[in-house]
Nanobody, 128 residues
Framework: QVQLVESGGGSVQAGGSLRLSCRVSGSTGSDICMAWIRQAPGEERERVASWHTWYGGSFYAASVKGRFTVSRDKAKKTVSMEMERLQPEDTATYYC?????????????????????WGQGTQVTVSA
């Protein structure tokens, strides 16, 4: 069982920055795929970033590439995402999610509905 707790959301003006964190606890193996996923009201969920805890590598959606950066602190079992040059279209509830995956490719191609573990979400609001 894996527990995920997000923090760090808030409100910011366009062009500003925010840092989200996801604290991971429980039984985590080495073949874990993790992702930041966001959902805006009335919109489909969107994978923002994915990475594999063993194979490494990071995937970023085109909409955030170059603006969002994921970092990991293994000692604190925390994953963070630095979000820069935020735009109103980044407004959404952001979720940290995890599930098993046997490779990096399997991780980035995993369907969002197949992620078994989700955090409670944290709201990010960007005003124009």
């Amino acid at each position: 069982q894996v527990q995920l707790v997000e923090s760090g959301g808030g409100s910011v003006q366009a062009g500003g920055s925010l840092r989200l964190s996801c604290r991971v606890s429980g039984s985590t193996g080495s073949d874990i795929c993790m992702a930041w996923i966001r959902q805006a009201p009335g919109e489909e969920r969107e994978r923002v970033a994915s990475w594999h805890t063993w194979y490494g590598g990071s995937f970023y959606a085109a909409s955030v590439k170059g603006r969002f950066t994921v970092s990991r602190d293994k000692a604190k079992k925390t994953v963070s995402m630095e979000m820069e040059r935020l735009q109103p279209e980044d407004t959404a509830t952001y979720y940290c999610a995890a599930d098993s995956a046997k490779s990096y490719d399997a991780c980035v191609s995993k369907s969002l509905r197949d992620f078994a573990y989700w955090g409670q979400g944290t709201q990010v609001t960007v005003s124009a």
